[in-house]
């Protein structure tokens, strides 16, 4: 169900939606749209984030904000280029700063190649690199993401 009666399965709007409805509609949309379905890899992460936050209408502004600090402004998975032009996968957050979560870079955008995953905390660089934004590793030419992504996905979690 969404606020504005646009949802399913019943088309109730506003305090017709129980809050854990609410609830389980954020999470819903956000899992669909990062997981994917069986026909599509799903989106990044943080570009989710972002489109379900450009549409007021759709959820519960006090839950949605919420959510989004819970999940972070770069949920764990996201795919962002650095300010070092390297492209990283967040793979923690930090609970004091949800903008500047630990990262795992592994392209340099300079040499058109993949370099040695390096894990920064973002929290710790005191400026020195930061996230410029949101990528899309297609448009870099890496072939295979969700592979990759998998792959990136087992190292952070060996490394802690």
Same mark, same amino acid.
């Given at each position: 169900e969404r606020l504005d009666g646009s949802g399913y399965p019943s088309g109730l709007m506003g305090a017709d939606i129980d809050r854990i409805?609410?609830? +389980? &509609? *954020?999470?819903d949309a956000y899992d669909t749209l990062a997981t994917g379905t069986?026909? !599509? @890899?799903g989106m990044n992460p943080a570009i989710v $984030?972002?489109?379900?936050?450009?549409?007021? /209408?759709? #959820?519960?502004? /006090?839950?949605?904000? +919420? #959510?989004?600090?819970?999940?972070?402004?770069?949920?764990? /998975?996201? *795919?962002v280029k650095l300010r070092s032009q390297r492209l990283a996968m967040?793979? !923690?957050?930090d609970p004091a700063d949800h903008t500047r979560p630990k990262v795992r870079a592994f392209y340099s955008i300079a040499h058109k190649r993949m370099v040695s995953p390096e894990d920064i905390k973002l929290s710790d660089c005191y400026g020195e690199d930061?996230? +410029? /934004? $949101? &990528?899309?590793? @297609?448009?870099?030419g890496i072939a295979d993401f969700p592979k990759l992504r998998e792959k990136l996905f087992n190292g952070a979690a060996r490394s802690g």
């Open positions: 409805s609410r609830m +389980a &509609a *954020i999470c069986r026909s !599509d @890899d $984030i972002q489109a379900m936050s450009s549409n007021p /209408g759709w #959820f519960d502004p /006090g839950l949605m904000t +919420a #959510f989004t600090e819970t999940m972070g402004s770069y949920p764990v /998975g996201s *795919i967040v793979v !923690d957050q930061e996230i +410029a /934004g $949101i &990528a899309d590793p @297609d448009a870099h």
